[in-house]
């Protein structure tokens, strides 16, 4: 090799650099488009058999069929949203009308209560439970700089939400859309094999987020009899919240049930401990358990089997794993995530034993 061959090496090898420099620095910049794009692909996955069934079954034309499941999607949304409203609204008056002794009150009560029963020594809660020690670090000068930035980000997510309806409709509009914008990206020799990796994983992804939303909905129906039964306050909203939270694998359910605890006791705050308090958080939380073990032995395994078609303990390594790494956020994206790979391996790695044995089911 010459000197001239080396220095047009070095200068290519230099230019490519920058540009995957350049490259990376302006998907940096547009993160927040890229996040946009990611959530009303998620989102178009769902709606994507709505929108096939209208069009093909009910022979609607493309723009009506995408219309109508735009606003099926956003009545879900605005939905879901007008639950929480009302609980704001009271839990706003509530607040504007405390009365801070009689809340320490009912607080240190409930601790007696639970001490006494359980015949726990609570000197240690009563200390902390002081209202000195209870409001202290109460800083009211930082309201005026929490409302601001409610009200940003407040602003942010009605600007997020257009964005996302607006890239959301082309996509469910043109069903190959998002498939021609990673198809311009990659090599003409491997189109076909890109095509059918897109395929196959928009079918996989669009199954196991029609299972999720049908197993948040078996949940939600266990938890809302169950809190209904036991008369608990705002029952449907407490039973969307924890079922909602299942989303989080593991971590999820653990959290919800804490919350559906302190909910239901919160609800009976009054009330005599041994004879109301503990007998109704005690069935609310039978009622959560049972419903824990018709989603961990009836709901998931049929999610997992019918859409990812993944083993049970494979979902249990990679979710751990990305949990790891990502924390909860790594643990909802994990499944999806790891679809989409084994369908990319088994495509482009098909002779590798790994991939063999690990998409067999494929």
């Given amino acids: 090799m010459n000197a001239r061959e080396l220095a047009k090496g070095i200068v290519y090898a230099v230019v490519q650099l920058t540009g995957l420099a350049l490259l990376i620095w302006f998907l940096i910049q547009v993160k927040t488009l890229l996040i946009y794009m990611l959530i009303a692909g998620i989102v178009s996955l769902i709606g994507r058999p709505i929108n096939q069934f209208l069009v093909q079954r009910l022979k609607m034309r493309t723009i009506l069929a995408t219309s109508f499941t735009l606003v099926f ?16 609204i009271q839990q706003g008056e509530n607040l504007a009308l405390l009365n801070v002794n009689e809340l320490k009150l009912n607080i240190e009560t409930l601790v007696n209560e639970i001490g006494l029963y359980f015949n726990l020594d609570n000197r240690f809660w009563e200390d902390q439970l002081a209202v000195d020690n209870l409001f202290k670090n109460v800083n009211l000068g930082l309201l005026p700089e929490l409302l601001n930035q409610t009200l940003e980000l407040l602003g942010g997510f009605t600007i997020g939400l257009f964005s996302v309806i ?6 469910l509009k043109d069903n190959f859309l998002q498939e021609r914008i990673i198809l311009a990206m990659v090599n003409d020799k491997i189109i076909d094999r890109v095509e059918k990796s897109i395929d196959k994983t928009k079918g996989l992804l669009s199954r196991y987020f029609l299972g999720l939303l049908l197993q948040i909905s078996i949940l939600l129906i266990i938890y809302s009899i169950v809190l209904g039964v036991f008369q608990v306050e705002n029952a449907f909203i407490i039973a969307f919240l924890c079922a909602l ?9 653990i959290v919800g049930g804490i919350l559906m605890l302190l909910l239901t006791m919160s609800s009976f705050i009054g009330a005599d401990f041994s004879s109301v308090i503990l007998p109704k958080t005690t069935y609310v939380m039978m009622g959560f358990i049972i419903g824990q073990l018709i ?30 790494l990502l924390g909860p956020i790594g643990m909802i994206i ?6 989409t790979i084994k369908v990319i391996a088994q495509e482009f790695l098909a002779d590798n034993k790994i991939v063999k044995s690990l998409t067999k089911n494929f």
């Fill in 166 to 171: 607006f890239i959301l409709f082309f996509f």
């Fill in 334 to 339: 994990a499944i999806p995530l790891y679809t």
């Fill in 245 to 253: 939270l299942n989303i989080i694998p593991y971590l999820g359910p």
């Fill in 73 to 88: 999607l956003m009545g879900i949304l605005v939905s879901i949203i007008s639950l929480f409203v009302p609980l704001l």
């Fill in 295 to 324: 989603d961990n032995f009836f709901s998931q395994p049929f999610i997992f089997s019918n859409s990812v078609k993944s083993h049970p303990l494979e979902i249990f390594i990679v979710i751990l794993a990305s949990g790891t």
